[in-house]
Structure formats: structure tokens, C-alpha cells
């Protein structure tokens, strides 16, 4: 049997292009700081991450066997993941079979140059969008406008986000941090012969945001659109884009030559296996039985929707992903943002202070794997501890992604990186950890310890601990971001000086009942309480 060159790159790069939207400017402590003074957005976010928890649970508890298709989703993801390579050859073969073109794109540069090329070969000027995180990652409309092309966003939260020279905060709502009297001041100064009386109600911005799109829709020069995919059917060559709106079944359709950017983990073995992720994508993502426009098509179909397909498959750090075994579940996300609507980290400090495409707790192991961490101050390295660990996440995640694990994981690799650079690792955390460890395996050490924690503490003013100095070591980065509250007396300190129970004579002069049951009960108590005070 003689071989066939694919196309797939014989070099693939270690991890995302510099380019890429992934890396912050800055440490998420600093940003997170600066985003919690933002009392509106604090409020918007709060509004809104509630309201969507409510309708999907409100959703999930209709179905009995939820817990069964969490697990079905689960185990087609690991297929996935397991035989990435063989699928991604059996979705370009039925592409390619039926019509399509397929191109493959090591990195950001790479999709970019590739898209804007098959733009300005039809000499398009402007290109409508569909919703994309793949887009946004690799910053498309960037590398398209350096190219004098302008690309128009169709999702009206997108679009909010654009008009505003905004970035998405959110994975599902790009524009949740924004109220409506934002978006109305928004539209006013971006929509050209928009009616000076318009209000904030939500029916006249989505009629004004309706009238400026369908513009766009019915002159489109070179007609060329640029849309993502939730899902890529191995079996079949079909791509399926889920939405609420109907701008993207526009785009989908209306365009004569359609480019599709699509990560390589967002495949899936069979046309059958749709069944198990149309159930659980709407319910997790927007609290709804099913999307109200679920568009499916396969390579081109002469007098019917696109004449021309083209399908770019990305990597862009998804290879480095693959590649380490504890890490790579975080490439089974289907983009639903259930961790972030459930993540009480994300609700107070929103998506701008992750710095990545991919905010929430999603973001926090995924972008460090895709950009790679390069030191201390790395925004990338500071992710992985923008989480408490409480594992919320992962309960809500409709493919049951460990979240904690990972994310523990990615922490331990940041300390052996450091431990490497600094050989002996010898640092005051180091110290400190070695000293409470030493302290919590002594009983009496503990205890000592806990019973004169409390009066030193009393001396000071006020019920919290305000920022401690930085020679202080572990406690500071607490201190630093929240008030530590002043510990209190010990458990056995407080179990020693608790009011005695009433005894059953009292307790028979209250109530006029008598038994020698509750007394037994009672001396018994007082029994124990000598014994444990004693201990």
C-alpha cells in the first residue's frame, strides 16, 4: 500500500505562539486586585453567574440518567485523546471526500497567514464572524486587520465586545461584566444613524444590534465567513456549531466560500456520539433542554449553502497538552463554562484577570500547558493557584474533568522547575512547611502552640490581622489580598470552659418528666467530659 502525505507537520512546536491571546501581562494576584475594586462588574458577574446556575440545575434534575451521560461523555473524550492522531487522518480523508479543503496550523502565525490568504485571494474586505474561542486565541481579527481586512462579529455579546475595543471576560457570555446602560453608551458610539432615544431595554439594543448585523449579512463583499466548531465528526467529515441566536446559521449559510478554524481536540469519533454532547453542552452552558439553533454541515453541496469549505486544524500548544498524561483531560473541555459560573474565585474577580482567552478554572490548567511557564513571574506559572481547590468545578463539568488533580499537578511541576533552577531549594517556604510539619507531629508542641496563638493575637486592635511584613514567610501572600481574622480560643480550651449541660433534675423541674434513662445519660456526659478534660 503506497503512503499518502496528509499534510500534518512532521515539526510541531512545543507549545502556543507568543502571539497567541493565552499569556497575561501581568500576575493574576495583581490583576485579581485590581478587578475586585470593580464593584459594577463585581455585581454584573454575581447577577449572572446565579442566574445560570439556577436554570442548569433546574435542567439537570429532569434527567434521571445525568450521571451516566456525564460518564458517556467522559470515556468518549479519553477515545479521543487516545487515538487523536488516527481520527484527525479519518476527518480530513471525509472532508476532503466531500468537497472541503483542509489545512493544518502548527501555531497562531500559522492559522493566520493561512486564513488571510484565502481572504484576500477572494477579495473580501470585510468577513463576517461566528462566535469562536479558536479565533479569539490565535488573535484573528488582529492579523486580518494588519491585512486591511476587517472582520464583523455575528454573536451579539461578541459584538458588544468588539464595538468597545473590549476582550472577553467570559467563555459563553463574552460581555457579562457589562450592564445595559454600558451597552446602550456602547452602541451609541459605535452604530452609525443609531436613534439618539434609544434605551437600555434589552428588546430595542437587540432590535438595534439586529438592524446593524442583517446589513452586513445582505452586502458582503467576496462573501467569505469565518466560524469555529463545538464539534468535528471523524465518521462522517461534519462539523456542528451550537448557538442561541441565528447570526452564526447565517454565516454558515449565507457566505459563498466558508473557513472553518477548529482546535484538533474538539473531534469526535462518530456521528452518533453527537447524541451524548447535544444533551450536555446546552444544559451545562446556557441551563437549556437543547440550543435553539444546533447547525450541522459537511464539506459543499452545489445551489446549497457555501460553494467553497475550507477547514484549518490547530494546534497551538494542544500537542504539549497531549503529551503529559496527568494533564491532558483539561484538552476533554467542551467549552460549556460551567466552572467558571460555579467558581467562586471567577465570580469575584471575573475573566480580564486570568490575562487568557480561556479564563476560569479551565483556564487556570489550560493555558499554563498550552503557553508553557518560563519562571516566577510568569503570568502562565501564577494560574494553576488562582483556585482554592474546593473541587466545585469538577462537579459541574459535564465530562468529568479532575480539575483539583490537575491543578495540583501543575503546582508541583512549578516547584520542581524552581527547585531545578535554585538547586538545593532552601526557601522560606521551605522552612516554614519543614517547621509546621515538625510542630503538627508533636501533640504538646500543637497544643502550646494553638493555647498561646490566641493571647498574643488579643493584643492587638481590632478583630482581623491586618498585612504582615514580608519577612514573614507563607502567611503574607494571605494577608496581602484578605484580612486574616484573629484566632480564637482552642478546641479544648473552649470544650474545658463550656456551660455545664442542664442535669436531668433540672431538666424534670422544667418539663415535670422523670426516668433514670436521662439520668444515665447525663452522668455518663459528665464522665466523659472529666475523662477528655483530663486527656
Known sequence: MSTVDLGIPTFRPQHASPSSHLRGERLFPDAAREDLQNSTQRANLAHATETILAKRAAVVREMRDWQKLRSAGSALKWQVTDHLPELLEQLEEKVTAAGGVVHWARDAEEAGEIVTSLVLERGASEVLKVKSMATQEIALNETLAAAGIRAIESDLAELIVQLAEDTPSHILVPAIHRNRAEIREIFLAAMPDLD????????????????????????????VAISGANFAVAETGTLAVVESEGNGRMCLTLPRTLISVV?????????????????LLPRSSTGERMNPYTTLFTGVHEGDGPQEFHLVLLDNGRSAVLADPEGRSALHCIRCSACLNVCPVYARTGGHAYGSTYPGPIGAILTPQMTGTIGTDDPSAALPYASSLCGACSDVCPVKIDFPSI???????????????????????????????????????????????????????GTTIGPLPK????????????DLPQPGPSFRSWWKNRPAPATTQQATESDGSTGSTEQAASAGSAENRDSEEQA
Open 471 to 482: 519577612i514573614v514567610p507563607l502567611v503574607t501572600g494571605w494577608t496581602d489580598h484578605r
Open 407 to 461: 491543578l495540583v499537578h501543575l503546582r508541583a511541576k512549578d516547584v520542581d522547575r524552581r527547585r531545578a533552577t535554585r538547586g538545593e531549594f532552601r526557601s522560606p517556604w521551605d522552612r516554614a512547611l519543614q517547621g509546621a510539619g515538625k510542630l503538627m507531629s508533636s501533640p504538646r508542641a500543637y497544643d502550646i502552640a494553638v493555647r498561646s496563638a490566641g493571647p498574643l493575637t488579643g493584643m492587638l486592635p
Open 196 to 223: 439618539p432615544s434609544i434605551t437600555d431595554d434589552p428588546a430595542e439594543l437587540a432590535e438595534a444590534a439586529r438592524r446593524f448585523l442583517r446589513e452586513k449579512f445582505l452586502d458582503m463583499p467576496g462573501s
Open 263 to 279: 482546535g484538533i481536540e474538539k473531534i469526535i469519533p462518530t456521528f452518533e456520539d453527537l447524541e451524548v454532547f447535544l444533551q
